[in-house]
């Protein structure tokens, strides 16, 4: 296990530097092409780079599609891929392409070795909700709904939540007794910051932090407004001159997050789950985003252990709706693991 974790997280840092990649053309129209083509490249560390187009043959004319050169069209698909020295090619949904067509394109790539993926139309749904069952020999895509209640939420509320959350705070309870006298005695004002959040189902509640900012903070918002460097509904500065001395050290160790537990106990919060949005952000959520409410709030998530504040606002809503639709108790457990390096690296706490 230790062979294996060395050898990913030597692959993952070739591939930080465009080394070990797989060389992909992909086979599909406009839309599906840009929206493969910004995921693979958010995410180097998959492994797929990808060096050309194939569109459909009345398509055909254009120099690139999302800055990605056309090599081909639907026709031509095995030709490019010699052309270009491909090893991959990812076939997304698109209506020209029939499956008579599919199939002799597998046969004519027999030759050369080259893989062959056939991409879904779904994104961030995987996992144990999808299954693959054929019918009279055509491969059927099986999705599962979500699972967002049943006895493995009794034992993610119980277990995760309730038994850990207590017994961490009784282990805690000494740093934050000490963390919340040395931010009397250095700023004034109370310890713990008090907000209101949205939580499960839209419900509001009081979310409980210590507090790293002084007290004029929220006045100053305005002020600061044109120094954002987060976009979308997020504010987040680097260096926010609102934030104490010792509120940055609380901040860089997420120590300020832990009288969350209080929450968790209380059952408004959880240890794992998306991040608890302000009212004022839910105000503004597309349709979709209110996906993210059907769940409680965490304390962590797979937004916090995936970069914080370093990521862009469509990636953190992206990950927040991937824990929605592909929930677990094992992807719960390895979310908190991954907590743990997350706060040692520091990486977007600010």
Known sequence: ??????????????????????????????????????????????GMQVVGVCVPPQRDGRNSVDGIEVVGTFDTITRAVIDVAADTVAIL?????????????????????TDIIVAGALLDVAGPRTSLRPIDGLPMLHLDHAELAGSRWMIKRFFFDVFSASLLLILLSPLLLAVALAIRVTSSGPAFFRQTRVGKDGENFTILKLRTMYLDA???????????????????????????????????????????????????MSLVGPRPPLPSEVAEYPDDLMRRLVVKPGV????????RA????????????????????????????????????SAGAY
Not at 18 to 42: F, K, S
Not at 218 to 237: M, P, Q, T, V
Not at 316 to 345: F, I, K
């Open 93 to 113: 949904p698109c209506p020209e392409l029939s499956s008579a067509m599919l199939r002799r394109l597998v046969w004519s790539l027999e030759s050369t070795g």
């Open 1 to 46: 296990m230790v062979g294996r974790y060395l050898l990913r997280r030597w692959l993952v840092r070739e591939r930080a530097h465009g080394r070990c990649m797989r060389r992909v053309i992909v086979v599909g129209d406009d839309t599906t092409v840009g929206e493969l083509h910004r995921q693979l490249a958010r995410h180097q560390y998959h």
């Open 218 to 268: 929220e006045s100053r918002l305005g002020e600061l407004a044109a120094l954002n460097e987060h976009d979308g509904l997020l504010f987040k500065i680097r260096h926010d001159p609102r934030v104490t001395p010792l509120g940055r050290w609380l901040r860089r160790f997420s120590i300020d997050e832990l009288p969350q537990l209080f929450n968790v106990v209380a059952g408004q």
């Open 310 to 345: 370093d990521l862009s606002w469509e990636d953190s809503m992206r990950l927040d709706l991937r824990y929605v639709e592909n929930w677990s108790l094992t992807l719960d457990l390895v979310v908190l693991l991954r907590t743990v390096t997350a706060v040692v690296r």
């Open 300 to 307: 962590t998530g797979l937004w916090q252990v995936s970069g």
